[in-house]
């Protein structure tokens, strides 16, 4: 990640919660410690935040806490091409009429373009795919209540009376922040919170997530394995992460990245 994108992801956490510490700060930039010190010392140089032990704070603290985790338009562009790749297998998994829940997220957000072909009921908490559908596409679309969180363009409630608990699903499509042998992992507690509501609303949990996620963890869990049905990753899983999730019985789908692909995407 080049400085001025860490920049942007460190000063985003900055201002979402009252106080970010470093090792959280290196979990969302995929960076060193030394690098991400170095980071803070000259955004507190600049008087973007404040410079404190452990961590940093907002010079300008706001009174809604928002969510850890890389916006939206940071990570759209990471991956792109596996993250396509993946989005069309995940569609090709669905029939007309079904009723299926998208998580919010940049790799589920790669199934709108292929569902332009399919009629199915989709509940999404994510604006950027409920828009595309609206406008693109014949697909129902149901949104829940709650509040909207503009980095990660998505909407969550900590309230269980809200629209989810009357939806079901035959699948629930997700992404996360890593996937290790304890189980899905996610950054924040109110994304866990979430996730779960909408986890339990469904028979079939699907992840999509490209093959860096396998390398990433947090320090959350939102799920076991043995919750997970499928996986969804793109041609450069390594085998023992393969294993990994064939011992917890867990589906694997590798979804191949065509050479123009990933030709377009390193141009």
Do not use: W
């Amino acid at each position: 990640m080049h400085e001025n994108e860490r920049h942007r992801v460190i000063l985003s956490a900055v201002e979402a919660k009252p106080f970010v510490s470093v090792a959280q700060m290196v979990e969302m930039t995929e960076s060193s410690e030394a690098t991400i010190r170095r980071d803070i010392a000259t955004l507190h140089m600049q008087k973007k935040l404040r410079r404190v032990r452990g961590g940093a704070e907002s010079v300008a603290p706001t009174a809604v806490t928002g969510l850890l985790g890389r916006p939206f338009s940071v990570n759209q562009s990471k991956y792109a091409a596996q993250k396509r790749a993946i989005g069309r297998a995940a569609v090709d998994l669905l029939e007309d009429g079904e009723s299926v829940i998208i998580n919010g997220g940049t790799t589920t957000f790669q199934m709108v373009h292929p569902l332009a072909t399919r009629r199915c009921q989709v509940f999404t908490n994510s604006f950027p795919i409920a828009e595309h559908l609206l406008k693109q596409t014949k697909n129902t679309v149901v949104l829940p209540g709650g509040t909207i969180y503009r980095e990660q363009n998505i909407i969550l409630s900590p309230f269980d009376n809200d629209v989810t608990r009357n939806f079901y699903a035959r699948r629930m499509f997700m992404g996360c922040q890593g996937i290790a042998p304890l189980g899905i992992m996610e950054p924040d507690p109110l994304v866990i919170q979430s996730e779960q509501k909408l986890i339990g609303q469904a028979e079939e949990v699907v992840i999509l997530a490209d093959s860096s996620k396998f390398e990433m963890r947090s320090s959350l869990i939102l799920c076991p394995l043995d919750r997970v049905h499928t996986v969804i990753t793109d041609d450069r899983v390594k085998d023992a992460h393969a294993a990994m999730l064939e011992s917890a019985g867990v589906k694997l789908i590798v979804a191949p990245v065509s050479a123009a692909e990933e030709k377009a995407e390193a141009g």
